[in-house]
Nanobody, 124 residues
Framework: QVQLAESGGGLVQAGGSLRLSCAASGRTFSVDTMGWFRQAPGKEREFVAALNWNSGSSFTTDSLKGRFTISRDNSKNTMSLQMNSLKPEDTGVYYC?????????????????WGQGTQVTVSS
């Protein structure tokens, strides 16, 4: 099994920045792809970004490109999401996810492991 733990969420004013981190533990050798999803109140969980752990290749959903950047830190076995120019619409619970498989996918059902989520609140 793989355990994922998010951190870095909080309250920020519009236009500010936050950096989320996800620490992986357990059978991490089985994980090929890691990503971020988010869920706003009353809405479905949506894909944010993902990366291939070994190659570093990444993909960020079109609506967030230029503001959100996903990255990895192999020495610490962590994944990060840098969020800049935050908007109130970015408010929600952000989840770290991982899957077995090298292909980057965007559907929630394709991911095998999930963290508990971290709250991000962007005020006006």
């Amino acid at each position: 099994q793989v355990q994922l733990a998010e951190s870095g969420g909080g309250l920020v004013q519009a236009g500010g920045s936050l950096r989320l981190s996800c620490a992986a533990s357990g059978r991490t050798f089985s994980v090929d792809t890691m990503g971020w999803f988010r869920q706003a109140p009353g809405k479905e969980r949506e894909f944010v970004a993902a990366l291939n752990w070994n190659s570093g290749s990444s993909f960020t959903t079109d609506s967030l490109k230029g503001r959100f950047t996903i990255s990895r830190d192999n020495s610490k076995n962590t994944m990060s999401l840098q969020m800049n120019s935050l908007k109130p619409e970015d408010t929600g619970v952000y989840y770290c996810a991982a899957r077995v498989g090298f292909r980057i996918v965007t559907r929630e059902r394709n991911y095998d492991y999930w963290g508990q989520g971290t709250q991000v609140t962007v005020s006006s």
